[in-house]
């Protein structure tokens, strides 16, 4: 233990002297080394009062050689108090007060005993010798307290500097050790300094880097943006937030998360901007296959529900296909009347038309679901989309032996987000509720799918009168993977609530009253014209 005491206080004493101002720090102390300190302290000031002598006895020897070789001289007493003046004023530079009090008072005796007439005496009986003499003194104590002054302010100024200078090395040792990109700007938005990282980031200069508005620093599609909302952050002052892409010393850009927060001084105004740059490229990039896995899923999941659907979807287009057939041969028979009947045959051939068309948009709304396209989000009539999930859903419907209602609101206003997407949601819930209750004996099957609206948004509910779900599983059922169904994987509504989670919604499921579930969800709406 002594011996690593004593490396530590070798190693601190060498950081001390590298500084160059151990002379005003004590060795590091620990516990039971009082003693060494006392003994610190005492000879610091032993050699402080050697120095001043040294200075004092510099101060007498130089005014003993300037009173003998002026003396020899018959120098008047004016140039002998200016050269006395002279040499204290050199003094006072290296020496302190009281030792320059001192040397002046040994000044003015010389003057008295050795110049001023009658010489080897301390009476003047000269007036302009004692103006000369007080003149002398006076002088000689308000340069020194000046000169003092000054070199006292000197050192406290190089003082100042010096812990300046450390902090600043203390603060750029700190922001480079900083894992992130920092930048530190003036109160208009320029750029005053970057730690490290940004350097080794971009490989360019201070110079090159507070032109980042104009050269390629940011991306370009990103660029626009970034200068509105930085602008607008300047101009109110208000910490901002936002991502951006920004290119690497190789040309690769890449995504941040760009904080800024102002500096404010006493009075309240800015004096500097602090700004944190994270690289949030792998999150970006995970977060953009996470979305893609869950279109995956989603995807998945249409498939399944249309496989389900199978039976009801072949009814609803075999019956305006069986229509359209009838129609046409009904038109056949009034042609084949004599006169033939025109009128009819128009009739019946309009009817036909209007079943290939239903057939016809039957079938896109089964390829919308089944074929794997990316989002497209749009405006849209939501209870019309409500109606079109009835409709593939009908055969379910029936074969539960389930009595649906609709109560959609009138005048809803129209919703922006993915029609596909949002009916799946539907239409997956509506599933869920049929079977639910088709499991149940007992008690009356009844579905109620209602819209209403407010300041916020709209709101879907689907009402079922099945066995209900326990209170505490209401928000399990929205975890991947868990299920009440022998057969189900557990994937439906954590698909669900994930798409309404996309467009800003929420959904949610409440217990029914007096029996069954009710599930729920939000969505933003869009005022017409907005």
Known sequence: MAEAATKSSGANGAHDVARGDHQDVPPQSSSGQTGHFIKWKRAKRHTALLHEAAYLLLGLVSLATVTGLYFWLDVPLVAAAFTYLVVLVLLSLVSNLPSLIVLSFIGVCCLNYFFAPPIYTFRVDYSQDLITISAFMIASFVVNFLVTRVRVEQRDHMRAQEALRESERSSRSA????????AIMAANGELE?????????????????????TNDAVHPEDLPRILELFKRAMASGIPFNFELRLRRFDGEYRWFDNRGVPIRNDSGRIVRWYVLLTDIEDRTRALAQLEQTQSDFAHMNRVSMMGELTASLSH?????????RNNARAAQNFLDMQPPNLGEVREALSCVVSDTDRAGDIVDRIRDHIKKAPPRKEHFDLNEAIDEVIVLGRSAVIKNGVSVQTRLSQGLFPVHGDRVQLQQVVLNLVLNAVEAMGSTEAGTRELLISTDQDHRGVLVAVRDSGPGI????LERVFDTFYTTKSSGMGMGLSICRSIIDAHGGRLWAEANEPRGTIFQFTLPAVQVGA
Request: net charge negative; charged share 20%; no cysteine.
């Open 470 to 473: 326990d209170p505490s599983h």
């Open 316 to 324: 609803e287009i075999t019956q305006p296909i069986s229509s359209a």
């Open 193 to 213: 300094t970057v730690n490290r990282r940004v350097f080794e980031y971009f490989g360019r200069s201070l110079e090159w880097l507070k032109n980042w508005g």
């Open 175 to 182: 922001i480079d050790g900083i894992a992130a990109l920092i």
